[in-house]
């Protein structure tokens, strides 16, 4: 939307309106008119890029960057509100060094979760094994060119998905179309943590990150000396970290053949 203010794949003046019925939108001539999602809604610029940003950007980084090309190790995806530890790095290369003792099939790495109340005493060099869930893996998940190759191969499943969510996107590949699905690596206790209150989900809201930085820098500071684990261990899985596998219905927002092209069109 930064860039296409006023046409696809920002907000065209011709498109149709999100709640507009069928029928209706195709009297009126809108530009998209048979192509709603499964719930009857039109495309949203703000929500549709998001998926379309994400799976570029992967593309960008593992096929266009000059510096990449022989590049054969992770990439650990951080967003502008993520907050990590000062043992993030050292964490993450245990992680990376464990893997094949560890969880040998796992293709993520995942350094953040949503634990409520997160425990250095007891579980600072602890690890669990699971599948890929979208919303208890995504945070500052880390993938290499292996996985990369494996989501791409799976390019139209994902981009044709109705979801304008990639971690459900992602999900939905790794539950029903890739073998082997998406294990994944997770630590217990969280080096990355989410502080944002505000943006695409969150509507009416006071945004203030720091008042969400001071109770984490409190916990950091208490637990200076359990940071830097140098023998990690497999747990048990938690309600955080496993959910039975089952059919995940797609949340729509994505119904716009145009979208589904263009997200398709960065694999080639």
Request: proline share 5%.
């Amino acid at each position: 939307m930064q860039l296409y203010k006023d046409k696809y794949p920002g907000p065209d003046p011709q498109d149709c309106p999100r709640n507009i019925p069928k029928h209706q939108a195709m009297k009126s001539g809108c530009i998209n008119a048979d192509h709603p999602d499964k719930y009857g809604h039109y495309r949203e610029a703000a929500y549709a890029q998001t998926k379309l940003h994400w799976f570029w950007k992967l593309n960008h980084i593992f096929e266009k960057l000059t510096i990449m090309k022989n590049f054969t190790g992770y990439v650990t995806l951080i967003e502008e509100d993520h907050y990590v530890t000062p043992d993030m790095l050292h964490v993450f290369h245990e992680m990376v060094a464990a893997k094949s003792r560890l969880c040998a099939q796992c293709r993520v790495l995942t350094l953040g979760n949503y634990e409520k109340k997160p425990s250095y005493s007891f579980s600072n060099e602890v690890v669990i094994a699971a599948d890929f869930i979208s919303s208890k893996h995504n945070m500052a998940m880390s993938i290499n060119k292996e996985t990369y190759e494996h989501i791409k191969r799976h390019n139209q499943e994902f981009c044709n998905y109705d979801d304008y969510n990639w971690d459900w996107s992602l999900q939905y590949i790794g539950k029903e179309n890739i073998v082997g699905r998406l294990p994944t690596m997770i630590v217990k206790t969280p080096r990355v943590y989410h502080i944002g209150d505000c943006g695409v989900h969150h509507k009416g809201k006071k945004c203030n990150p720091e008042e969400k930085v001071k109770p984490i820098t409190d916990l950091i500071q208490a637990n200076q000396g359990k940071l830097y684990p140098t023998n990690l261990k497999v747990g048990r899985p938690t309600s955080t970290t496993s959910i039975a596998y089952k059919k995940f219905k797609a949340n729509g927002g994505w119904g716009d053949k145009r979208d589904h092209d263009l997200c398709a069109s960065f694999m080639l």
